[in-house]
């Protein structure tokens, strides 16, 4: 199942990109005060949008601008045209609200739907869905996007995983959707009830919500025998279904450009980075009605490849997300990205792929302890495997932590409900 859209012409997709970019600028100038107050201070009317080149003159938009606009300042329709809602994670603040309308609903669907068909999953497949039902839109949204490419859909939810594992296996589940952390967990407690995760019917993990290096995929496609594809989204942009990889390269997630225009920028100054630099990803959203949203600054670092893709698709594809504009660290003036740290550890032999970040402050230092879990079947020492550790992290990052700390299998909480939490600043 794949719509015309997804392998145009790319002059073909630029024309529709800039018609509907203009309407979308008309109709939040029209119906959202805070977008008319913010185009009417850059001196910028919807008439002055008649290109993508002309994009760059529209006012940016942040997290921090939904928070103050919250509960619904941002909506774009009266009340009685909002057909749900939802909300992303409150834990710095106010949640961020979002709503859709009965049409905004329908092609969300069609983009869950062209996510999953591009991982592999077919009508007819069984998807069990692990991802939390609720206010966070990943329930929802995988579900109505494989209800949509006609799957039958497993709604488990988060938790519950042996039951999970028990259904996959009664129920033949050919795809799991879930987070990346949850899908190793997965497999860790299939093994403790002494099942053999490669055995279970799972041939697709549809994860994402949360950063997945390339030895994290490898890892969890080895131990449940799986083809792992990544899925993007964001509850401000429309939630899962913005971009996901195939299965055909596995190199890059699509953007569905018809419905989210892309840019990247540089972090710190706006700007848009030269095609193939690294910054921050920019999404507009070019379809949305009961909240149109002009370039949000998703806080995601990534880059943007517009070379012909394998299967075919002619939409641009992003990297996979290599850590947050937001999420920076800096331990005695040394830049670090947790995805970074993630990515030189995961790749040393006898490593699991559990780790945590704490982070403290002694005097006017601060100071960064790393926790690292032992692979179950290392023949490394712990004193090689610390030095290996130490070594590549210098060698890749210029960086040692102040305290390293390997720990047995299973001696690193899991995550069973919601997303993994890497990093613990004890500092504030």
């Known amino acids: 199942m794949r719509s015309s859209n997804e392998s145009l012409d790319p002059a073909a997709l630029r024309e ?16 959202v005060p805070f977008y008319r107050e913010r185009l009417e201070e850059a001196g910028v009317e919807p008439s002055d949008i008649e290109s993508l080149d002309d994009i760059t003159k529209l006012p940016m938009t942040t997290k921090e601008d939904f928070r103050d606009e919250y509960p619904d300042g941002l909506f774009a329709v009266d009340d009685e045209e909002i057909a ?5 994670s409150g834990t710095t603040g106010k949640p961020k609200i979002v709503s859709y309308t009965d049409d905004d609903l329908d092609i969300w669907g069609k983009a869950m739907a062209r996510s999953l068909a591009a991982a592999g999953v077919e009508p007819g497949d069984t998807v069990q869905n692990a991802y939390g039902y609720g206010l966070f839109t990943g329930g929802l949204g995988f579900h109505q996007g ?13 938790g519950g995983t042996q039951r999970q594992i028990e259904l996959a296996q009664d129920l033949e589940s050919d795809v799991l959707a879930c987070t990346p952390s949850y899908a190793l967990y997965f497999a860790e407690t299939a093994e403790e009830m002494d099942l ?9 993990i549809a994860y994402g919500a949360e950063t997945c290096t390339e030895p994290m995929r490898e890892e969890i496609e080895e131990r449940l025998d799986a083809t792992g594809i990544n899925n993007y989204g964001l509850s401000e ?27 990247v920028v ?5 700007e848009p980075v030269a095609e193939g630099e690294e910054g921050e990803l920019v999404l507009t959203t070019l379809t949305k009605e009961a909240l149109p ?9 990534t880059t943007l490849n517009y070379d012909e893709c394998e299967c075919g698709r002619t939409m641009v594809r992003m990297d996979n997300v290599t850590g947050r504009a937001d999420d920076l660290l800096i331990v005695r003036g040394v830049n670090l990205y947790p995805s970074e740290i993630e990515h030189v550890i995961l790749d040393v032999d006898g490593v699991a792929p559990h780790y945590r970040i704490d982070l403290h402050k002694e005097g006017s230092l601060d100071v960064m302890k790393l926790t690292i879990e032992k692979a179950e079947e290392s023949d490394r020492s712990e004193n090689e495997l610390r030095d290996v550790i130490l070594s590549r992290l210098q060698n890749v990052l210029s960086f040692t932590p102040d305290d390293l700390e390997l720990v047995d299998p ?3 909480a899991r995550t069973e409900v919601g997303k993994v939490q890497r990093v613990y600043d004890h500092r504030r």
């Open 196 to 204: 053999d995760p490669c055995d279970l019917p799972i041939s697709v």
């Open 146 to 158: 494989a209800e949509e490419l006609g799957t039958t859909v497993v709604p488990t939810s988060s």
């Open 84 to 88: 749900r809602i939802h909300a992303s």
């Open 293 to 301: 949203v002009l370039r949000y600054r998703t806080g995601d670092l």
């Open 16 to 31: 529709l990109q800039a018609d509907r970019l203009t309407k979308t600028v008309e109709r939040a100038y029209e119906n």
């Open 266 to 270: 540089d972090p710190r100054t706006g």
């Open 237 to 263: 942009i429309i939630g899962p279904g913005v971009a996901a990889e195939c299965h055909e390269a596995q190199d890059g997630l699509h953007i569905w450009e018809d419905h989210f225009y892309p840019e």
């Open 410 to 412: 299973g001696g690193i």
